[in-house]
Every structure is written in structure tokens, then in C-alpha cells.
């Protein structure tokens, strides 16, 4: 199994409960928060396993 076969089974243990994904973000930002995030992030400051970049955040 693989490409888009595993990647359809993985969206539906996501989507279906099996898989709890919410465990590895470490974070979420919106856009204004990008250029930011990306200084830090440079500096060794961040050591975020997952960020979720939400369009809707401000």
C-alpha cells in the first residue's frame, strides 16, 4: 500500500476518529503571524512539532 491509497485511509481514520491528530500541533497561527514565527523558528527559539497555519486567524 501507498501514495494516494494510504493517504485516502489516513484522511478517513482522521476524519472517522481513529486517528487523533490534534496531539501534534504544537501551535496554531494566522498569517499575521507568519514572518514572525519564521524569525524565531531561525533562531532555535521554536521547537514546534506541528503548526497549523489557520487563514482565519488574524
Do not use: N, W
Not at 12 to 34: C, H, N, Q, R
Amino acid at each position: 500500500m501507498g501514495g494516494r491509497e494510504a493517504a485516502d485511509d489516513c484522511i478517513g481514520m482522521i476524519a472517522g476518529g481513529i486517528l487523533d491528530v490534534d496531539k501534534y500541533i504544537s501551535k496554531t497561527i494566522g498569517f499575521s503571524e507568519l514572518q514572525s514565527y519564521f524569525e524565531q523558528k531561525d533562531t532555535g527559539k521554536e521547537a514546534d512539532l506541528k503548526v497549523l497555519l489557520d487563514p482565519q486567524l488574524t
